[in-house]
């Protein structure tokens, strides 16, 4: 089994075979070794256990219009899970403020079953004057910690507390080439405080490979002026092992992707892509853009990591901050609320 | 149709759990979280902890020799103990690459004393204070959950005597009072003492004493197709009748764990011989994560509803649910902020008197030095007058001896005088 984990790591890195699961031998034959427990029986057991449950993961993306939010989500799933997906028509207009809209589906692949969670945010950043435009999502995100905790402490609890944290968020950066924008810092400064945040430059087709890799150094660098934390947060790192894998991702962030569910024929082989008149970019070539790179790092390697750095770490510092809040109010200091927001400040923007 | 649609994921929406279900077209990945879940696991390490309940003499220490394979240090313990006492070891066991935290603990001295009513009373309180123990983790603002190493009991084996006949009422009442605590599974000891026939009579005695007496022990789940069978079957076989020995004995080409008489060798892993390995595939091979599970999701669930219902807290509207945490947490906090002051206050007190203590120390110290200096300087005098009075005799000799040099000299002086006046006067009287 410790093959496969590295398995599943070294595809990251180019090698996007697919992993094969191998079925367990039964203990039938390991029971005639003399001296052998079966302690090892218990990842089987776990396994078990964690197909019939199933999972849940909850993605948010925010970004301006027109970036290709839901065209990336669609592509990242293969299916319409995008809100745009399941809306009708009518209302595919730029709402006046933001509005935060989530859609769940349940996608099922070799007997994994798995509750997705789509948050979209539409509204972000299309308004003229976009101030705190970051606070009505991070409201949204602390109540979903909220929620939780409330769950968390009643006497009577469910057996299995249905998770509706946010556990990843993908900001859209606008392929500029440049540097990163005022509202581009001034909202990933505030919410990398409560959530994974993973910054993609959207619509990268519009980018030569030399002004994409200055582009992402112009954007690192801006992270590191303004002391922005992205996942995989270096402060989260494990071990050694951890932090090697994780350089090597931190060294590639943000990645350029590009998202597309129509297929064409290329080579006799049918990609995703999208087709112009001087050539068809594959979305999951990773010489044309890095789209494979985010799935894998999303969905095939570090699910499981995002999850766990939302709920043990996240989490716990709302939790912290809530518990306390009741009982520290030092007179004359606004206080501030779990969702985030300073006390006396009136919200611009209402849900 | 799109309204339909619509309609669809509106109700998804606001069912949450019943979301509606979207084909897939391509690859997606995803199905590699049970494996991603599972190598955070193996790096994290397990724990499993395992409660053995019997009379001294059972072999229970020696099962658990048999069960992980390793020699668990111990001496057997004597039959003289005033009470019953639990004592927990915990041990680090590899296996490929699982590690595995297992804590064995045994009661000690159960079933010895002449008065036996009080004997559970302490395995219950041992229970408990390790269903307190996460609980205060988990009510805790700054809390570790997932680096805390997990002390709960998660399979209570209990041991049966090999009578033959009944259970005995010490079992009966000690079981009652566990089973809403912990997963019980039921085992006779040292059963290569009973015969087949009497074998198969006893287990159904024991079950339907069980049965009768409103003993609920644990029973191996069966909703899962994968081990459903393997289950269900296992649960006809309890209580599970075991031998263990870390003796091994050749039988055939092999060597074997086996205990050896002179009418014939009892195999432990032969499963015609005794349930030993029936015992081994349900508690570790199928089971131990269901256990883990059971025991979170039940037993824990039931002490902490009792416990904070028992601190006086109702989940009534979702108005007054920020109160009760609110108030418990006021508590917990006036609680800790009293114990503080008071242990302050301790630490003041003791610090004042030590203080005090050394301070005296010190004075008899000073005193001491105080009289060690007179007497040095008693003594000092002493000397000094000696010294002087010797010298005044020596001074007095001295003089005593001038004197007598000055008379000796003066009389010598005198002689000669009157000797050459002599002369003079023979020279005087020649001349005449």
């Given at each position: 089994r410790s093959q496969k984990a590295v398995s599943i790591i070294t595809s990251f890195y180019g090698n996007m075979a697919d992993v094969g699961k191998t079925p367990v031998a039964r203990n039938e034959k390991a029971s005639s070794e003399f001296g052998y427990v079966g302690i090892d029986a218990i990842l089987e057991q776990m396994r078990r256990k964690a197909m019939k449950q199933g999972f849940e993961f909850n993605i948010m993306v925010v970004g301006q219009s027109g970036l290709g939010k839901s065209t990336l989500t669609n592509t990242l799933f293969k299916s319409k899970v995008s809100r745009r997906s399941v809306m009708t028509t009518e209302e595919e207009r730029i709402p006046k403020t933001i509005e935060i809209k989530s859609i769940s589906h349940v996608i099922e692949e070799k007997g994994v079953r798995m509750k997705l969670t789509v948050i979209d945010t539409p509204g972000f950043g299309d308004q003229i004057n976009n101030e705190n435009c970051w606070q009505p999502i991070m409201k949204f995100i602390n109540a979903q910690y909220e929620q939780y905790l409330q769950e968390e402490i009643n006497i009577d609890r469910k057996k299995r507390i249905s998770d509706s944290r946010v556990h990843c968020c993908i900001y859209f950066i606008p392929p500029t080439g440049h540097c990163?924008?005022?509202?581009?810092?001034?909202?990933?400064?505030?919410?990398?405080?409560?959530?994974?945040?993973?910054?993609?430059?959207?619509?990268?087709?519009?980018?030569?490979?030399?002004?994409?890799?200055?582009?992402?150094?112009?954007?690192?660098?801006?992270?590191?002026?303004?002391?922005?934390?992205?996942?995989?947060?270096?402060?989260?790192?494990?071990?050694?092992?951890?932090?090697?894998?994780?350089?090597?991702?931190?060294?590639?962030?943000?990645?350029?992707?590009?998202?597309?569910?129509?297929?064409?024929?290329?080579?006799?082989?049918?990609?995703?892509?999208?087709?112009?008149?001087?050539?068809?970019?594959?979305?999951?070539?990773?010489?044309?853009?890095?789209?494979?790179?985010?799935?894998?790092?999303?969905?095939?390697?570090?699910?499981?990591?995002?999850?766990?750095?939302?709920?043990?770490?996240?989490?716990?510092?709302?939790?912290?901050?809530?518990?306390?809040?009741?009982?520290?109010?030092?007179?004359?200091?606004?206080?501030?609320?779990?969702?985030?927001?300073?006390?006396?400040?009136?919200?611009?923007?209402?849900m | 149709m799109q309204e339909r649609a619509m309609a669809a994921t509106e109700i998804a929406r606001q069912a949450g759990e019943g979301a509606r279900g979207v084909p897939l077209s391509g690859h997606v990945g995803f199905d590699s979280m049970p494996d991603q879940l599972v190598n955070k696991s193996v790096n994290h390490g397990f724990c499993f902890n395992i409660l053995c309940v019997g009379e001294t003499g059972l072999g229970k220490s020696t099962l658990m020799d048999t069960l992980f394979n390793t020699k668990f240090e111990g001496e057997p313990t004597q039959h003289n103990q005033p009470g019953v006492q639990l004592k927990s070891k915990t041990y680090e066991l590899q296996e490929s690459n699982v590690r595995l935290k297992l804590t064995v603990v045994n009661t000690v001295g159960f079933g010895d004393q002449i008065n036996k009513e009080d004997s559970y009373k302490s395995i219950v309180e041992f229970i408990d204070a390790q269903f307190e123990a996460y609980l205060q983790e988990e009510l805790k603002i700054k809390r570790t959950l997932h680096s805390y190493h997990d002390t709960r009991i998660h399979a209570c084996l209990y041991f049966i005597a090999p009578t033959g006949h009944s259970l005995k009422s010490l079992d009966l009442v000690t079981m009652k009072k566990l089973d809403s605590k912990v997963n019980i599974i039921p085992i006779i000891a040292k059963s290569d003492a009973i015969s087949k026939s009497e074998l198969a009579?006893?287990?159904?005695?024991?079950?339907?004493?069980?049965?009768?007496?409103?003993?609920?022990?644990?029973?191996?789940?069966?909703?899962?197709?994968?081990?459903?069978?393997?289950?269900?079957?296992?649960?006809?076989?309890?209580?599970?009748?075991?031998?263990?020995?870390?003796?091994?004995?050749?039988?055939?080409?092999?060597?074997?764990?086996?205990?050896?008489?002179?009418?014939?060798?009892?195999?432990?892993?032969?499963?015609?011989?005794?349930?030993?390995?029936?015992?081994?595939?349900?508690?570790?091979?199928?089971?131990?994560?269901?256990?883990?599970?059971?025991?979170?999701?039940?037993?824990?669930?039931?002490?902490?509803?009792?416990?904070?219902?028992?601190?006086?807290?109702?989940?009534?509207?979702?108005?007054?649910?920020?109160?009760?945490?609110?108030?418990?947490?006021?508590?917990?906090?006036?609680?800790?902020?009293?114990?503080?002051?008071?242990?302050?206050?301790?630490?003041?007190?003791?610090?004042?008197?030590?203080?005090?203590?050394?301070e005296a120390e010190l004075k008899e110290a000073e005193k001491e030095l105080h009289e060690k200096f007179d007497r040095l300087k008693k003594l000092h005098q002493d000397e000094k007058k000696k010294l002087e009075d010797k010298k005044k005799a020596l001074d007095d000799e001295l003089n005593g001896f001038k004197q007598k040099k000055t008379a000796a000299e003066l009389l010598q002086a005198q002689t000669l005088q009157a000797g050459s006046s002599a002369t003079l006067k023979k020279d005087k009287e020649r001349k005449n």
């Open positions: 990163l924008r005022p509202i581009d810092i001034e909202f990933m400064r505030h919410l990398s405080k409560v959530v994974n945040i993973v910054p993609v430059i959207s619509k990268a087709d519009t980018l030569t490979l030399e002004e994409r890799d200055f582009f992402k150094q112009k954007i690192r660098e801006d992270l590191r002026a303004n002391e922005i934390d992205i996942y995989p947060q270096k402060e989260f790192d494990e071990d050694a092992e951890d932090r090697m894998i994780n350089e090597k991702i931190r060294a590639m962030i943000p990645f350029a992707v590009v998202g597309s569910d129509q297929e064409y024929q290329v080579n006799g082989k049918r990609l995703l892509g999208r087709k112009t008149r001087w050539g068809t970019v594959e979305v999951e070539n990773t010489t044309h853009c890095e789209f494979a790179y985010l799935r894998d790092l999303l969905i095939r390697t570090h699910m499981q990591n995002i999850k766990d750095i939302t709920s043990s770490i996240y989490y716990e510092m709302y939790r912290v901050r809530r518990l306390n809040e009741n009982n520290t109010k030092p007179n004359g200091q606004p206080a501030i609320h779990a969702n985030g927001v300073p006390e006396h400040e009136v919200l611009s923007h209402e | 009579k006893f287990k159904i005695k024991i079950t339907s004493e069980l049965v009768s007496n409103g003993v609920q022990i644990y029973q191996f789940p069966t909703d899962d197709e994968t081990v459903a069978e393997i289950n269900s079957t296992m649960n006809g076989h309890l209580p599970f009748a075991v031998v263990g020995s870390t003796e091994e004995v050749k039988i055939g080409n092999k060597m074997v764990r086996a205990r050896q008489y002179p009418w014939g060798t009892v195999q432990v892993e032969n499963e015609n011989h005794c349930d030993f390995v029936k015992l081994r595939e349900m508690l570790i091979r199928v089971n131990m994560e269901d256990l883990r599970e059971q025991t979170h999701t039940r037993h824990y669930e039931l002490y902490r509803r009792c416990k904070l219902e028992e601190m006086g807290f109702k989940d009534t509207d979702p108005d007054s649910k920020p109160f009760s945490l609110q108030e418990t947490y006021e508590a917990k906090r006036n609680e800790f902020m009293g114990e503080l002051q008071k242990k302050e206050e301790e630490m003041r007190q003791m610090f004042v008197q030590r203080v005090k203590e050394k």
